[in-house]
């Protein structure tokens, strides 16, 4: 019995240790009648949330709840959040709250409200604010958010670490680097979030933590001074978002143009032509995905497209390669691209021009490769197999020394870089009608663009490219 006594008080040692209750409010001197936001944070298997009817003489409507999993140092933390609000009119204190979990009781601290007028606001008194560009917006919008650090009566940097507030269904698109200004007799540091919503409704972005240093010094009883640094927590305010849907079938908003080049408007037979299409603007690129084009009796081969920042207003382009093969003359048509316009508040459409291809010797080519295929198929005389394997050989030996030669025997056993795949794809278009060829245009195309690890066959790689004369380039 006195062992499982002792199993019992281990248990319950043990269980108040993983829990844990504490509460906080986003700011602890504010303006009379501002909001002022208590959270609640308990850590446990078993509780009951308490219910709080007034506080600093407001009345409290229900609490809003939700849950919070965070890791740290590899755990996995979880926790149950309460968040009460209520209007400050003068200082006041909130007691205490008494918390059971699992069984043990739990007391918050002891918080103060302070309410003050712009005239007695203490000038060191560190202030939290986070700002949105915007609070009503659609789904895909970019907007911006902005923690700002106001600390006065200092001349230094300040020691703070920021948190990444918490947000319901919106995705950070980037975040900045703390960027510190001297204001007046203030410190002022600055942490910038561009944000985009994922879908509609009402969201919270919860207030932001910011950590700040705060160093004292003590004397270590042997008459020294030591410094000791303790961290502080501070909340700012929290936002509200309304989020619309955009139109239906639309998924991109913005302001955007679109352009289409070629690097020419003629080309061999069966040799590849390239385009590339070109969308700029600001808005959200990382949901544009446009339609590979179809033109009747054209082989369209497209790229994974690029994104890049062109400047630090948020304008960016998007831009992806098209390869086209045919061997007769074609028209590349017109792409369309539909996006929501902010500022005219409707849905509007920009398009490429179609563009005209000139195919040079499109009927003479098909007959060479008509009777190249029928020379094959017949067979090669004694004679001209006696010239092919002597000429063979000296090829041989020539291609030993050009470059293309050299690259891929240098690079045996090494995988190459996409960029060489992707050059060595083109060079292949052109004989798709060799069966080995299409092949290998296949295992090319897997790799480069559907994201398929299987590693390519380079002596077969080079055969090919011997047999149409490629390394002779």
């Given at each position: 019995m006195r062992d499982l006594g002792s199993v019992v008080v281990l248990l319950l040692l043990t269980a108040g240790l993983q829990a844990n209750v504490t509460a906080f409010t986003d700011k602890s001197r504010v303006h009379k009648g501002e909001i002022v936001v208590l959270t609640l944070s308990i850590e446990g298997e078993d509780f009951r949330a308490p219910l709080i009817k007034n506080l600093c003489g407001t009345n409290l409507p229900r609490a809003e709840h939700r849950q919070k999993t965070e890791e740290i140092e590899g755990a996995f933390r979880k926790s149950d959040l309460y968040q009460f609000r209520f209007e400050a009119r003068s200082d006041c204190v909130i007691e205490?709250?008494?918390?059971?979990?699992?069984?043990?009781?739990?007391?918050?601290?002891?918080?103060?409200?302070s309410v003050y007028s712009d005239k007695t606001q203490r000038d060191d008194e560190p202030m939290i604010?986070?700002?949105?560009?915007?609070?009503?917006?659609?789904?895909?919008?970019?907007?911006?958010?902005?923690?700002?650090?106001?600390?006065?009566?200092?001349?230094?940097?300040?020691?703070?670490?920021?948190?990444?507030p918490e947000m319901e269904h919106i995705w950070i698109k980037s975040a900045s680097e703390v960027i510190n200004t001297q204001e007046e007799n203030a410190s002022v540091q600055k942490r910038r979030y561009l944000l985009v919503p994922q879908q509609a409704g009402e969201f919270h972005i919860y207030p932001a933590e910011v950590k700040i240093a705060y160093d004292e010094n003590r004397d270590d009883g042997w008459g020294n001074l030591k410094t000791t640094r303790s961290w502080q927590s501070h909340y700012s305010n929290a936002i509200e978002l309304y989020v619309k849907a955009l139109p239906e079938g639309v998924t991109a908003v913005g302001d955007f143009t679109i352009e289409m080049k070629t690097e020419t408007n003629e080309v061999e037979a069966n040799r590849p032509l390239i385009a590339a299409i070109t969308i700029q603007g600001r808005g959200n690129f990382e949901d544009i995905s446009?339609?590979?084009?179809?033109v009747d009796g054209v082989d369209v081969f497209a790229e994974e497209p690029i994104l890049e920042k062109i400047a630090e207003n948020g304008e960016e382009r998007w831009r992806q390669r098209l390869s086209f093969v045919s061997s007769?003359?074609?028209?590349?048509?017109?792409?369309t691209f539909e996006y929501f316009d902010l500022q005219a508040q409707r849905s509007k459409r920009v398009e490429t021009k179609a563009i005209s291809i000139h195919v040079r010797d499109g009927q003479k080519a098909a007959k060479v490769y008509a009777t190249r295929d029928k020379e094959k198929s017949e067979g090669l005389t004694m004679m001209w197999a006696i010239a092919t394997y002597g000429l063979g050989f000296l090829s041989a030996a020539v291609l030993l020394l050009v470059p293309w030669r050299r690259y891929i025997k240098r690079r045996e056993g090494i995988r190459l870089s996409q960029s060489d795949y992707k050059r060595l794809l083109n060079l292949l278009l052109g004989h798709k009608d060799d069966e080995g060829v299409k092949v290998m245009i296949e295992a090319l195309e897997a790799y480069l663009y559907h994201g398929e690890s299987k590693d390519i066959d380079q002596k077969a790689l080079t055969k090919l490219l011997s047999k149409y004369g490629h390394l002779k380039r």
């Open positions: 205490p709250i008494l918390v059971e979990v699992d069984g043990v009781e739990h007391f918050t601290p002891l918080l103060r409200i604010a986070l700002k949105s560009s915007k609070t009503d917006l659609y789904v895909g919008e970019p907007f911006a958010l902005e923690v700002t650090l106001k600390k006065g009566g200092l001349h230094k940097k300040i020691i703070a670490q920021f948190m990444t446009l339609p590979k084009p179809a007769h003359d074609y028209t590349i048509p017109s792409i």
